[in-house]
């Protein structure tokens, strides 16, 4: 569908990640349709795609969809997709989080609300802001089926967009999970002032932690250290306004988690994660001070000074 030499997609999500990925697809000339139930559009964007509070329409008129909800809503958002879809329609879910009822990848909702099978994952670098500004970026996508992963870059790869690929789908989706709450890290370490070479440290023992974690639930190591691990936590250093450092960054400077939150633009999967990547470390005898020294942080328990402490010990 959708004219000659573009390809139609479906978009589900009206926050700005939903925004960005609609514009992306348009601007490499396909044919997007965002379904929200939000009202209100960027005025920039208002023309440049169909929107609709119709999942029906979104499923006539895409065969592959992406998904950009918070992960708190996805598996009912699912329910509801999986009502008008069928096994021809390929599904990609850009959410960095996992289940919130347990740590099940969202691919893993994705099958089990819908009929589809050939699903995949979003990861990596991109923000929503460059997308929507179109500056260049890279992203990551995870899929076992080549199907998708080949949808996925014939409409949003172009002048202004790389896509990096990849099989290890629970790879991908561990990791953009784990980076997030490795960029609040950043962004609290920052904003107190550790030195460079500490904090570099710091993000290479995070990354390690997170390796283990993901390997455990079943991820192949090396997607910690490709485009959607390694590559996005290099990207956040240099990136002061990712919304997950803010985060980091406001809790150092006093603010309570529920504040901090307030004041996002967007919602940060990372406070409701972190308990349960810790639980999950310790029932797997992972070594996790990092992640659990985050969860100390949000909900108030730590002051600098033993974080500092803590960072320095090594087990």
């Not at 080549?146 to 991908?172: H, I, K, N, Q, Y």
Request: aromatic letters at 4%; a neutral charge; glycine letters at 10%.
């Amino acid at each position: 569908m959708g004219e000659r030499g573009s390809l139609a997609v479906g978009v589900l999500g009206g926050g700005r990640w939903g925004l960005a990925l609609a514009a992306a697809v348009t601007r490499n000339g396909h044919s997007a349709m965002l379904y929200s139930r939000r009202h209100e559009l960027a005025p920039n964007l208002a023309g440049a795609f169909t929107r609709t509070t119709e999942l029906k329409a979104v499923a006539a008129h895409a065969r592959l969809i992406l998904l950009a909800v918070p992960s708190s809503v996805l598996r009912d958002v699912a329910r509801a997709l999986g009502d008008v879809t069928n096994g021809s329609h390929l599904l990609v879910h850009g959410i960095r989080g996992l289940s919130a009822e347990g740590l099940t990848p969202l691919s893993q909702v994705l099958r089990e609300e819908t009929p589809c099978r050939r699903v995949g994952a979003l990861g990596g670098p991109a923000l929503a802001d460059d997308l929507l500004e179109g500056l260049p970026s890279v992203i990551a996508v995870a899929s076992p089926f080549a199907e998708v992963t080949d949808a996925v870059r014939a409409v949003l790869e172009g002048p202004r967009m790389r896509v990096s690929v990849s099989r290890d789908l629970v790879g991908l989706e561990w990791a953009s999970a784990l980076n997030g709450v490795l960029c609040v890290a950043l962004g609290y370490a920052r904003a107190i002032g550790i030195p460079a070479a500490l904090l570099g440290g710091v993000m290479v023992r995070g990354l390690h932690e997170a390796a283990r974690i993901a390997v455990a639930a079943g991820a192949d190591e090396r997607s910690l250290f490709e485009l959607a691990g390694v590559g996005d936590l290099l990207a956040a250093m240099g990136q002061d306004d990712r919304p997950e450092c803010r985060l980091g960054a406001a809790l150092a400077n006093g603010a309570t988690l529920a504040d901090a939150l307030a004041d996002s633009p967007v919602r940060i999967e990372a406070p409701t994660l972190v308990p349960r990547v810790v639980a999950f470390a310790r029932r797997h005898r992972v070594d996790a001070t990092l992640f659990e020294s985050i969860e100390s942080v949000f909900v108030g328990t730590l002051d600098r000074e033993t974080l500092v402490a803590r960072l320095m010990q090594r087990r």
